[in-house]
Every structure is written in C-alpha cells, then in structure tokens.
C-alpha cells in the first residue's frame, strides 16, 4: 500500500504552514514591547515581604535558643555565657542574664523557611529583601552576627495600620491610665 503525505485523511499536507507559523510567532515577538530585566544596570523592585535574607536585631536576643532549635537546615549556630548582676537591694538576689557571644547562620544550608523568624518570641530576626550576597567562597555564606545586624538597615518598615482597624487593648489602657493621673 502506498503511504499517505503528511496530514488528516482527508485533508492534503500544506507544506510550508509550520514555516509560516514559526515566521508569524517571530513577527509577533519583534513588534511586542521587551520585558527583559536590565539586572544589575536596573535593580528589580521586589515586595517588601520578599525572603531575601535574614537581618538580626541583636538587642532583642535573649539567647532563648528557639530559633536554632527549630531550624529544620541546622543552620543557625548561637553562643552565649551568662553574666550576673548583683541585687541593688539588700536581701535581694543576684541576678543572671544571657550574653550573646556569637549568632551566626549559613546561607548555604538556609531553605528560607522563615521558621526561625516565625517561632522568635521577641521580634530579634526579620527578613529584608536584599539578595545580592553571592560569594565565590561557600564560607562566606555563613554571616556572623555583626553582619547579620548590618542587614537591618534594609529591613522595610511594617505596613501602616488599617485605619478602620480596632484599636489595640493597650492603648486603652494607657490611655485610660494617663487619664486618671491628670
Ligand atoms: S529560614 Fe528556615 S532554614 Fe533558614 S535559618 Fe530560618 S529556620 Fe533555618
Ligand atoms: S528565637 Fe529570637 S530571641 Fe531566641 S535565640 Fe533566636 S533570635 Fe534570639
């Protein structure tokens, strides 16, 4: 039996049909406007919720320990001593607070889960959408806590409040409070 040209039953082959598909798709995409990202002459505008990298606000830390803790990469390496303060009052106790030494994380492992930044109980790591941090040497993915503090700088401010939202229960209470001393 002798075999069918290329196409339906009863249709014949149109030869050259994919060539002036491809031409027109070309044509389409020479007259259409470019989206190509100019990076690094343009840097993009990303949301200010991006997970770029982790900023550390040190004085916030009480070396709880949670974040490393949960960190499912094991990537969060933290240090600490503890100092005691004498009581200032006679009869009192000493009291011992923790001294961080060293708070370090390695961006190499980090799967920016933002669990760590999720379970802090006192607002210590925030995310910034800064992303240009590559290195050429894998160790200088771990940030030490001094740089890890530098990133703070960039982290974006919170969103205004909803002005149709309910007031907070503290500032009625303050408020309340400044009230009854006037
Ligand atoms: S974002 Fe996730 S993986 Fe990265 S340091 Fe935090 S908990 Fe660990
Ligand atoms: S969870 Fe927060 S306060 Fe606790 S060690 Fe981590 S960064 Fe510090």
């Given at each position: 039996?002798?075999?069918?040209?290329i196409?339906?039953?009863?249709?014949?082959?149109?030869?050259?049909?994919?060539?002036?598909?491809?031409?027109?798709?070309?044509?389409?995409?020479?007259?259409?406007?470019?989206?190509?990202?100019?990076?690094?002459?343009?840097?993009?505008?990303?949301?200010?919720?991006?997970?770029g990298?982790?900023?550390?606000?040190?004085?916030?830390?009480?070396?709880?320990?949670?974040?490393?803790?949960?960190?499912?990469?094991w990537?969060i390496?933290?240090?600490?001593?503890?100092?005691?303060?004498?009581?200032?009052?006679?009869?009192?106790?000493?009291?011992?607070?923790?001294?961080?030494?060293?708070?370090?994380?390695d961006?190499?492992?980090?799967?920016?889960?933002?669990?760590?930044?999720?379970?802090?109980?006192?607002?210590?790591?925030?995310?910034?959408?800064?992303?240009?941090?590559?290195?050429?040497?894998?160790?200088?993915?771990?940030?030490?806590?001094?740089?890890?503090?530098?990133?703070?700088?960039?982290?974006?401010?919170?969103?205004?409040?909803?002005?149709?939202a309910?007031?907070?229960?503290?500032?009625?209470?303050?408020?309340?409070?400044?009230?009854?001393?006037?």
């Amino acid at each position: 039996m002798a075999e069918r040209p290329i196409g339906s039953e009863n249709q014949p082959a149109r030869y050259g049909a994919g060539l002036l598909k491809g031409l027109a798709v070309t044509w389409r995409n020479l007259t259409r406007r470019s989206v190509t990202a100019q990076y690094p002459d343009v840097r993009p505008e990303l949301p200010p919720r991006s997970r770029g990298v982790i900023a550390l606000q040190e004085e916030n830390c009480t070396v709880c320990m949670l974040c490393a803790r949960e960190c499912p990469a094991w990537c969060i390496y933290i240090d600490s001593h503890k100092e005691t303060t004498p009581a200032t009052t006679e009869g009192g106790r000493d009291r011992s607070h923790n001294v961080l030494d060293a708070f370090d994380i390695d961006f190499s492992l980090c799967m920016y889960c933002s669990i760590c930044i999720e379970v802090c109980p006192f607002d210590a790591l925030h995310w910034t959408p800064e992303f240009e941090y590559a290195e050429f040497d894998i160790r200088d993915l771990t940030h030490d806590k001094d740089r890890l503090r530098e990133w703070m700088w960039t982290v974006p401010p919170p969103p205004a409040l909803d002005h149709h939202a309910e007031a907070a229960k503290e500032l009625e209470v303050t408020r309340r409070a400044v009230q009854d001393d006037t």
